[in-house]
């Protein structure tokens, strides 16, 4: 049987994305009435970080044991592959020991390698170009507040980085369209967002008008992991590229405000949005946990009839 690996957005169908979302509805339906629901008893998944995290690493170590299995956290930095053990060795091990792996790193080069070489599914957890797992959280989250997203329109405000990347990849898989804007320099670059084209997005000098009659705005930081260096010269280039009331109100009045975390008030967003009547960052994030729990299951034993 072949090997299913989730290392960027479009490595699902579209029927298979539609499924997890299903079944993480379920999913959190029966986690919050409390039920057991263990079908991932004995598994073990094993997460990488090489960059810091908060929600991944929690939502992937608590989604396991609420499946029944169990998660080990390894650091780079004080495992060996931070001295250097070639990732394909490492691959070889660890999914020898394992039933599935979650990794965070810098270049996708390195996940696939790592996939390449393992016996068991690879997921995503955040690389320097994909957060395929955060797109599964977000559209989850748009879906439950205002239905099919299908059609819609998604206003991305700021960096074109790895998570603008992937709302971008998921706008041509569910057919929405994403109004982007980014400052000069930071443009979205199609290769590196794994796109078949620009038929799905449209690129605005003025994040202004990117906003205007959006269904969903949303930004994340001006610095990703891994660019720290260059965060003084980005400070200066996204100064005008902060979502703030007046943005939201030109959005559609239905707007959604949307924020992978974590953020930076008076940065990338005011306090006055994310804190407001908009904003749906503290629902986005909880549903990392129970996309994610869909997403392992689906993995590890296929589809649930
Ligand atoms: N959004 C997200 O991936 O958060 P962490 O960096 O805390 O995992
Ligand atoms: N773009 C951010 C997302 C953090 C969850 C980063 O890569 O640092």
Redesign the pocket.
Known sequence: MSIKHYLQFNDLTKDEIYYLFDRAKWIKDQFKSYKKYWPLEDRTLVMIFE?A?T??RLSFESGMQQLGGSAIYLNTKDSQLGRGEPVEDAAQVISRMSDVVMIRTYDQEIIERFAENSRVPVING?T?EY?PC?ILADIFTYIEHRGPIEGKTVAWIG?S???CNTWLQAAELLNFNMHVSTPKGYEVEIERAGLYDDSHFEEFENPMDAAKGAHLVTT??W?????EAEQKERMMDFADWQVDSDMMDVADKSALFMH???AHRGEEVTAEVIDGKHSVVWDEAENRLHVQKALLEYLLVGEVK
Do not use: A, F, I, W
């Not at 610095?223 to 660019?227: E, N, P, Q, R, V």
């Open positions: 960059k995290s929600r991944t955040l320097n957060h955060q960096d980085n790895n998570v994340d930081v610095t990703s992991m891994g660019y992978c975390l974590p």
